[in-house]
């Protein structure tokens, strides 16, 4: 038959001929991978496990919920009519109603239809019942029933090839429960079940009653052609002395005593070896304390298994419980995996995973000793498919996390770099040792990285709830950490690389918490600097006012003036620039800007002042004075007193001329100075 591609639907039709009963839950509206008509399709739920029940040979399958009743799957012409044939069902209609006891002698009919292999699935079973912590008459026979038809499948069940001889060893199996007071297999796994009904006789030891063991022992014989049938019931019935006593025919010799492993007495290596994985504490015991050895050497006197035991302590330099899992893989290599007496299926392994990532430490650190033992390629070792493709499952997900991991370091060490760079004091160790963003700390330990590599392999609900949440806090810590952006969107995210991003998630956390300590020292600083900036301008515009106020009209000094305004530009730069935005900032900001024009003014005068006195200077320089003594003079001796009088008041008048037109723009600048000095005294609050 096709193998399913999921892996609950392999397990399930690999588990059918010892389970009679499944509990499926999780995302079970989802569409599931599963082989139809040789092709690969994604189907619905009912439909996949339809296709994989056909596969193992089952004819009918019928789907009942509490809303609609019972119906036929798939809701086609031939299956209702096979249904309506087999269990007196009316489905003209395409379903029909039930009551709980009636679906209770539904599944009793079902379990005992010998003419086609036929299921029951119950949708919407959570609402079978009004109040699960107090259950009706009829839904506690209904759940009773459903127990007891779950624990007596036949040995040949594993075939999926039964006839009436599987209803005997159901009897056996009854009568068997009722005698000791619990079914024999009651709290065992599946996989120790199948191994046990393929390679022992049950044991009746808890039978007290000789002749009632006998009938016991006659039913639940493994080779249904020599299981006890209605003759021998006859007779047994009849209290024919005369009828032999059922005995299991044992493939190979025995022990010459049988060894006792707690209350189970094993006749071969084989059934030690189960027993051992049964009883794994007992089994480490006699390793440690050689009784084993002891035993192998001088009761049954087996030289192979000695020198087997021998070599597992002396030369292989393994543990106490490798050495247990080797001697029991040399006899039954077939045996289901199992390990310290826990079943390392694919089932218990994702168990264990799920309480580890709920932080069950003692879950945790079975999966790490698992890993470290290589349990599962000792298993791989020995032939066992499964375990072989849960390793390399398990392993493809490590080395896919450790590409995932080393693209995400090397984003944080570019970060980190570049904030060394421009924000950070440079670290001599770092400088001669190398950054410590590549330091083991960050790696995620294995008891945190391997039930989650478990998960993103296997559980693919775990992988979207893990993205929703890291989708949730790098957003937030996108905020103060922009670099984080750079990991890419989680929604989009393999999940490897989610598996990644959540391990550097405490580092991006603390990248995060230093980047609002330095936006915070930021703040205080600009702050601080605010405050200073404030005062600067506030004594540059006083000390602007008063020296505008106090230049004399006679030898204005210009200079100091400019000197002065050319800092405060300086200083209104620097606020111009600053990158503060609290209110009171934004309102000092506000305040200086609002006198700039009155500034500029104050500059724009104290440059034309400047040109002025600039100008002045030549017309009123000595040389011109020593001039016009001369031209006086010459005037004096060549025209004589009278010419020379009028010349000299000429020469007074035109001199008084210049003066009024050099002069008075200066002294008009040197006003207006003042004008402005004034205005900035008072916007300034200065006298």
């Known amino acids: 038959m096709s193998e399913p591609f999921v892996r609950w639907l392999a397990d399930l039709a690999r588990t059918l001929p010892i389970r009679s009963q499944f509990v499926i839950s999780g995302n079970i509206r989802d569409t599931f991978l599963v082989p139809v008509s040789g092709q690969a399709a994604l189907v619905p739920l009912q439909r996949s496990l339809w296709e994989t029940l056909r596969a193992s040979g089952f004819g009918c399958m019928l789907v009942y919920d509490p809303a609609d009743g019972i119906r036929a799957y798939p809701d086609e012409p031939e299956p209702r009519q096979l249904a309506e044939r087999l269990f007196g069902l009316k489905l003209a209609g395409g379903a029909q109603m039930l009551s709980l006891e009636s679906l209770t002698s539904l599944m009793r009919k079902l379990t005992a239809e010998r003419q086609e292999r036929c299921a029951l699935v119950m949708d919407f079973a959570s609402r079978l019942t009004r109040q699960p912590s107090q259950l009706a008459e009829d839904e506690h026979r209904f759940f009773v029933v459903a127990e007891k038809l779950s624990l007596h499948a036949a040995p040949e069940a594993i075939s999926g090839v039964i006839d009436a001889k599987a209803d005997y060893w159901a009897l056996g199996m009854m009568l068997l429960e009722m005698a000791t007071g619990a079914h024999p297999f009651r709290g065992l796994s599946d996989a120790v079940i199948m191994h046990h ?21 006659g039913l639940l014989l493994r080779d249904p052609k020599r299981r006890w049938d209605a003759r021998e019931i006859n007779r047994w019935l009849a209290g024919d002395e ?29 059934q030690l070896a189960v027993a051992f994985a049964r009883h794994w504490q007992a089994g480490v015991a006699d390793l440690t304390n050689d009784q084993l050895l002891r035993w192998f050497t001088e009761v049954q006197k087996d030289q192979n298994t000695v020198r087997l035991l021998l070599q597992l302590r002396y030369d292989s330099g393994l543990g106490v419980d490798e050495q247990l899992l080797r001697f029991i893989l040399h006899f039954v290599p077939g045996i289901p995996p199992i390990w310290q007496g826990r079943s390392i299926e694919l089932p218990a392994l994702l168990t264990q995973a ?154 991006a956390r603390e990248t995060a918490e230093q980047q609002v300590r330095r936006d915070e020292l930021r703040r205080q600083q600009q702050a601080q600097e605010g405050v200073e900036l404030q005062a600067a301008v506030r004594d540059s515009l006083t000390q602007i006012g008063r020296h505008a106020r106090q230049m004399t009209f006679l030898f204005p000094d210009a200079d100091s003036l400019r000197h002065m305004l050319d800092e405060h530009a300086g200083l209104m730069a620097r606020i111009r620039a600053h990158g503060a935005t609290d209110d009171a900032w934004l309102a000092m900001r506000r305040q200086a800007l609002s006198r700039e024009p009155t500034v500029l003014r104050l500059c724009d005068q104290c440059h034309r002042l400047s040109e002025r006195a600039t100008a002045s200077g030549g017309w009123f320089s000595g040389d011109m004075v020593i001039l016009g003594f001369l031209a006086l003079f010459v005037f004096a001796v060549v025209f004589g007193r009278y010419a020379a009088r009028l010349i000299v008041a000429a020469v007074m008048i035109v001199a008084a001329a210049i003066t009024a037109w050099r002069v008075l723009p200066v002294l008009h600048a040197v006003q207006n100075i003042h004008r402005l000095g004034q205005s900035l005294s008072r916007r300034s609050g200065n006298p």
Not at 248 to 268: I, K, M, N
């Open 242 to 270: 005369d009828l032999p006593a059922a005995a299991e025919q044992e493939a190979e010799p025995g022990f010459v005593q049988p060894y006792a492993v707690l209350d189970e007495r094993c006749a071969t290596p084989e």
């Open 197 to 217: 009904l393929t390679t022992r006789a049950m044991d009746l030891s808890g039978v007290a009653d000789a002749r009632l063991r006998k009938l016991i022992g």
């Open 354 to 507: 799920s309480q580890a990532l709920r932080g069950d430490q003692a879950a945790a650190q079975w999966l790490c000793q698992l890993d470290e033992r290589r349990v599962l390629a000792t298993y791989a070792a020995a032939g066992n498919a499964q375990a072989r493709e849960l390793m390399e499952r398990w392993n493809a997900a490590a080395a896919s996390f450790e590409d995932a991991w080393n693209h995400c370091l090397t984003l944080l060490q570019k970060h980190q770099t570049q904030a060394s760079d421009s924000e950070q004091v440079a670290n001599f160790d770092d400088l001669m040792y190398g950054s410590k963003a590549g330091a083991p700390s960050l790696y995620p330990p294995p008891a945190m990285l391997l039930p989650r590599l478990l998960a993103m392999a296997y559980d693919a609900a775990w992988v979207e709830r893990l993205r929703g949440r890291l989708a949730r806090e790098l957003a937030v810590l996108a905020v103060q950490s922009p670099w984080t952006a750079e990991l890419g969107d989680p929604r989009n995210m393999v999940p490897a690389r989610l598996l990644a991003c959540e391990a550097l998630l405490p580092e």
